[in-house]
C-alpha cells in the first residue's frame, strides 16, 4: 500500500447481515457506503477513539503513553489500531486501552510509528488513514473544524454486543441519568469508559481510589445505601411515616415541628436496661439540640423547594415527593461497578453482580423508573447543588428528559419492578 494515497479502505461496505454496534458506528458505514468520507472523517473527530496501551508501563509512568501496535498484511507493516466505542474487545485483566480524540493522533506520531491507523479492523466500517504528515492533512483537518463542536446529550445504546432486557439491563439503567449526560453508552457492561487511565484517574479524584480494597469498600458502601447523609434519611423518613399515618400530604409546617420534636425528645437522655445492664444516655446541651432541629428545618427547606422545581420541570408529577434518595447511591453503585471493572479493580463477574444488586435495591425502594430519577436528582442536588438549580441540576434534568422519551430509553422498555 502506497502511504502516498490519502485514504485507502478496505472491507465490504455492504454487508447485508451486519449490525453496527451504535450509532455511531452506523454513521461509519453508511458514510463508507457513500464513499462520503468527508462524512467519516467528521464523525471521527466528534468521537472518542480508543487504543491499545501497556499496562505495565501505563502503571509505572501514567503521564506517558506506551502504544501497542498491531501488524497487517494488507498494510504491509505495522498498524495503529483505534477503535469506536461500539467495537471495543471485551475488558481483560492485561490488556488495557487508552482514550483520545483524532486530533491527537495527527500530532503524536512521529518517525517510527506505524505508517497507516486502522479504524474498527475487520468490520464493515473499517478503513486505513494514512498516520503520517503531509497525508494526514486530510482527516486532521477535519477534527480541528470538529473536533471542539460538543455532541449533544443522547441516549447511546449498544445494539448488540450489552443487554437490553433482564436484570442485567435492569441494573445498567439505575446508571443511565450520569451515562447520558456524560455521553457513555447506558448498557455496556464490558466497560472502558473514558480507558485505563482515565478511569484510574475519575475513581483517584473523585472518589480517593487507588486500590481494589477501596473500590470494594465504596461498592458496598453504595449498595447498602450509606454514602449518603442520614440527616437526609431522617428527614424524607419522618415524612413517609406522617404520610403513611395521617395518609396524603404532609405540611410543611407540621413536618417542620414534627422534625423538631423528634429531635427534642431525642436529645433528652435515657435510661436503658438490658441483658448487659443499664445503659444511661446524658441529655445533650439545649444549644446544641436547637442547632440541630434549626439545621434539620432547613433542609426540610431546600427538599421541598427542589421538589417545587422538579414538578415544575415535569420530573415529579403533582402532588408527588421523593421517598428517598436511596437513588443517588444505587445509581452511582451501578456506575461504580463498571469504573472498578474500567480501573481493573474488580472483573467483569463482579461488576456484573453488583449490577444485579444495584438494580434489585432500586426496585424494592421505588415504584417507577420516574421516582428512581426524581430520588437520584434530589441527592445529587443536595450533595452538590446548594439551591443554584445550575449545572448539577440542569444535566440530570436534561438527561431525565431524553430517558423519559427517546422511544429506546429502557426506563420505557424495562420493567422497574
Known amino acids: 500500500m502506497s502511504s502516498g494515497s490519502p485514504l485507502a479502505p478496505y472491507g465490504n461496505a455492504t454487508s447485508p447481515a451486519w449490525i453496527p454496534p451504535t450509532e455511531i458506528e452506523q454513521a461509519l458505514f453508511d458514510a463508507k457506503s457513500r464513499e462520503d468520507w468527508a462524512a467519516y472523517f467528521d464523525t471521527l473527530a466528534r468521537e472518542p477513539l480508543y487504543f491499545e496501551i501497556q499496562r505495565d508501563k501505563a502503571d509505572t509512568d501514567p503521564d506517558k503513553t506506551y502504544s501497542v501496535f498491531g501488524h497487517d498484511p494488507r498494510a504491509g507493516g505495522p498498524v495503529w489500531t483505534v477503535y469506536t466505542v461500539g467495537m471495543l474487545p471485551a475488558p ?70 450489552g443487554p437490553l432486557h433482564g436484570s442485567v439491563a435492569h441494573g445498567l439503567a439505575c446508571g443511565a441519568l450520569l451515562c447520558v449526560s456524560n455521553g457513555s453508552v447506558w448498557n455496556a457492561m464490558a466497560w472502558h469508559g473514558t480507558g485505563y487511565l482515565g478511569e484510574r484517574k475519575r475513581l483517584r479524584e473523585w472518589w480517593g481510589i487507588t486500590t481494589r480494597e477501596e473500590w470494594q469498600y465504596y461498592l458496598r458502601d453504595l449498595l447498602a445505601c450509606e454514602q449518603h447523609s442520614s440527616v437526609w434519611d431522617f428527614a424524607l423518613g419522618l415524612r413517609r411515616r406522617i404520610a403513611r399515618d395521617f395518609g396524603g400530604h404532609v405540611d410543611l409546617a407540621y413536618w417542620r415541628q414534627a422534625a423538631a420534636n423528634v429531635i427534642r425528645a431525642n436529645s433528652e437522655g435515657s435510661v436503658v436496661v438490658s441483658e448487659d445492664g443499664v445503659t444511661t444516655t446524658e441529655p445533650r446541651p439545649e444549644s446544641e439540640v436547637e442547632a440541630h432541629v434549626e439545621g434539620v428545618q432547613r ?67 421505588y415504584k417507577s423508573w420516574q421516582d428512581f430519577s426524581a430520588g437520584y436528582i434530589l441527592g445529587r442536588c443536595l450533595h452538590f447543588d446548594d439551591e443554584e438549580f445550575g449545572d448539577w441540576y440542569q444535566d440530570m434534568l436534561e438527561a431525565h428528559r431524553i430517558l423519559m422519551s427517546d422511544p429506546g430509553s429502557p426506563w420505557l422498555n424495562i420493567p422497574f419492578r
Open 92 to 161: 481483560e485483566p492485561h490488556r488495557v486501552f487508552h482514550r483520545s480524540r483524532l486530533g491527537w493522533f495527527a500530532e503524536a506520531w512521529k518517525p517510527g510509528r506505524p505508517l497507516w491507523i486502522v479504524v474498527n479492523p475487520g468490520s464493515p466500517c473499517e478503513a486505513f488513514l494514512p498516520a503520517a504528515p503531509p497525508h494526514s492533512g486530510a482527516w486532521a483537518q477535519h477534527y480541528r473544524t470538529n473536533g471542539s463542536l460538543k455532541v449533544p446529550r443522547r441516549l447511546l445504546t449498544l445494539r448488540v454486543g
Open 299 to 365: 433542609l426540610i427547606g431546600r427538599i421541598t423547594r427542589y421538589e417545587a422545581r422538579m414538578r415544575a420541570d415535569g420530573v415529579l408529577d403533582e402532588n408527588r415527593y421523593v421517598s428517598s434518595v436511596d437513588a443517588w447511591d444505587l445509581g452511582r453503585a451501578s456506575k461504580m461497578a463498571r469504573w472498578g471493572l474500567g480501573a481493573r479493580f474488580g472483573t467483569l463477574a463482579e461488576a456484573e453482580s453488583a449490577v444485579i444488586q444495584a438494580g434489585r435495591a432500586a426496585s424494592l425502594s
